[in-house]
């Protein structure tokens, strides 16, 4: 597929809801990925209209982790029938007991082909039980790059050479020590997360 242009639109980061569009031009049409969908279908269609994108676009979600502010079990009846779900192989079971696993998925441990001239590389990182996916994007078309990455805890050495010199860095990233202490949240939650 020859590529024309690539264009990234965060409509949401916040524990309320994760959910980023990537759109991906070819001469003859456009593929929407989001990258997360922790939104309700009805939120982020109203978003993505504000923005000047159609939701019937929606060809692939790329999953960084299931945690319900990056994934909304509110997708499984409204996601595009031909859609493709991509998700590590390690979140699979949590996937299954939540029904994800009846759409079209595609569970994913190495680098995988998004769509022909667009590769992602995911690097599975610390994040609770199951790790959450940093990803590197290459558009092969036009040698640039987009690096992902959210609810990663630190920046490891690791991490830090996975998203070395791309073009664009995106990081999902709302830690405050101060509203985290004056939170309403429970202690023993409070201490994990610090």
Same mark, same amino acid.
């Given at each position: ?59 692939? =979600?790329?999953?960084?982790? /299931?945690? *319900?502010? %990056?994934?909304?079990? @509110?997708?499984? +009846?409204?996601?595009? #029938? ?35 001239? =667009?590769?992602?590389?995911? /690097?599975? *990182?610390? %994040?609770?039980?199951? @790790?959450?996916? +940093?990803?590197?994007? #290459? ?56």
């Amino acid at each position: 597929m020859q590529l024309l242009s690539a264009k990234l639109c965060v409509l949401a980061s916040s524990s309320s809801g994760n959910c980023s569009l990537l759109a991906i031009k070819s001469p003859t049409k456009t593929i929407t990925v989001l990258i997360d969908a922790g939104l309700s279908p009805r939120k982020t269609m109203a978003l993505m209209e504000r923005a000047g994108h159609d939701h019937t676009t929606i060809g692939h =979600v790329l999953l960084t982790h /299931l945690d *319900v502010d %990056h994934w909304n079990n @509110g997708w499984l +009846a409204k996601l595009p #029938e031909s859609t493709v779900v991509h998700l590590h192989r390690r979140h699979t079971g949590r996937a299954s007991r939540s029904g994800l696993l009846y759409l079209k998925t595609h569970p994913f441990e190495s680098g995988f082909e998004l769509v022909p001239g =667009v590769h992602v590389s995911p /690097l599975l *990182v610390a %994040h609770d039980d199951l @790790g959450t996916a +940093a990803f590197r994007i #290459e558009f092969q078309g036009f040698g640039t790059s987009l690096g992902y990455a959210t609810d990663t805890g630190r920046p490891t050495p690791k991490l830090c050479d996975h998203l070395a010199q791309v073009d664009v860095l995106a990081i999902e990233s709302n830690y405050c020590p101060e509203l985290q202490k004056a939170s309403t949240r429970p202690a023993l939650l409070k201490d994990r997360i610090r």
